[in-house]
C-alpha cells in the first residue's frame, strides 16, 4: 500500500488500516514511531524553554563541587562512597545475571539494576552535552529545525494510525 491509498483509507473511516502495511512496516507501528517523534520534538521544546543559562549555571554548579560544599560532605567520603555503591552494583548485576531464569523478574531485576548506572550517566553527561550544544548557534538552530520537521512527519503518522 502507498502513501496516498492509506491516507484515502484513512479519510474513508477503514477500521482495518491499523493492521495495513505502509512501506514495510504495519500503520500501527507508524502511528507508535509518530510519538515518539513528536514527544522528541516536545523534549526540545522544553529544554529551550529552560534555556541555556539555567543549564549553564546548573552544570558549572556540580563541576564546581556545589553540592557537596552545600551539605559539608568530605569529599574523600563521598569518593569512598562512589566506590562501594560500585562495588556492591557490580555484585548485585552478577548475582542477577547468574541467577536469571529468562523468567519475567529476572528480566525485571536486570532492568532495575541497569538502569542505576544508565540514570547516573544520563544525570552527568545530559547537562554537559546540553551545555556545549548550546555554544554552537548553528547546531541549535539544526536541531529547532529538526524538531519541528520530527513533530509534523511525528503528528501526520500518528494522525495516519488514529
Same mark, same amino acid.
Given at each position: 500500500?502507498?502513501w496516498?491509498?492509506a491516507?484515502?483509507r484513512?479519510?474513508a $473511516?477503514?477500521?482495518?488500516?491499523?493492521?495495513?502495511?505502509?512501506? #514495510?512496516v504495519?500503520v500501527?507501528?507508524?502511528?507508535?514511531?509518530?510519538k515518539l517523534?513528536?514527544f +522528541?520534538a516536545?523534549?526540545? +521544546?522544553?529544554v529551550?524553554? @529552560?534555556?541555556p543559562e539555567? @543549564? =549553564? /549555571?546548573?552544570?558549572?554548579?556540580?563541576? /564546581? #563541587?556545589?553540592?557537596?560544599?552545600?551539605?559539608?560532605?568530605? &569529599?574523600r567520603? !563521598?569518593? &569512598?562512597?562512589? @566506590?562501594v555503591f $560500585? $562495588?556492591l552494583?557490580v555484585l548485585?548485576?552478577?548475582?542477577v545475571v547468574?541467577?536469571?531464569?529468562?523468567g519475567? +523478574? $529476572?528480566i525485571?531485576?536486570i532492568?532495575? *539494576? !541497569?538502569?542505576?548506572?544508565?540514570?547516573?550517566?544520563v544525570?552527568?553527561?545530559l547537562?554537559r552535552?546540553l551545555?556545549?550544544?548550546?555554544?554552537?548557534d548553528? =547546531?541549535?538552530?539544526? @536541531?529547532r529545525?529538526?524538531?519541528?520537521? !520530527?513533530f509534523v *512527519?511525528g503528528f501526520?503518522?500518528?494522525?495516519l #494510525?488514529?
Amino acid at each position: 500500500m502507498g502513501w496516498w491509498e492509506a491516507w484515502t483509507r484513512w479519510a474513508a $473511516g477503514d477500521p482495518t488500516l491499523k493492521d495495513a502495511v505502509l512501506w #514495510g512496516v504495519k500503520v500501527l507501528w507508524w502511528a507508535r514511531i509518530g510519538k515518539l517523534m513528536a514527544f +522528541l520534538a516536545g523534549l526540545v +521544546l522544553v529544554v529551550d524553554i @529552560i534555556g541555556p543559562e539555567r @543549564i =549553564v /549555571a546548573s552544570v558549572e554548579r556540580r563541576v /564546581a #563541587g556545589g553540592h557537596l560544599d552545600r551539605w559539608r560532605v568530605d &569529599r574523600r567520603a !563521598a569518593r &569512598r562512597g562512589v @566506590i562501594v555503591f $560500585g $562495588g556492591l552494583f557490580v555484585l548485585v548485576l552478577v548475582g542477577v545475571v547468574l541467577r536469571l531464569d529468562s523468567g519475567p +523478574l $529476572g528480566i525485571l531485576a536486570i532492568a532495575l *539494576v !541497569a538502569s542505576v548506572p544508565a540514570l547516573a550517566a544520563v544525570n552527568h553527561l545530559l547537562p554537559r552535552f546540553l551545555t556545549w550544544l548550546y555554544l554552537h548557534d548553528r =547546531v541549535v538552530t539544526a @536541531i529547532r529545525t529538526a524538531s519541528l520537521a !520530527a513533530f509534523v *512527519v511525528g503528528f501526520h503518522f500518528d494522525m495516519l #494510525g488514529s
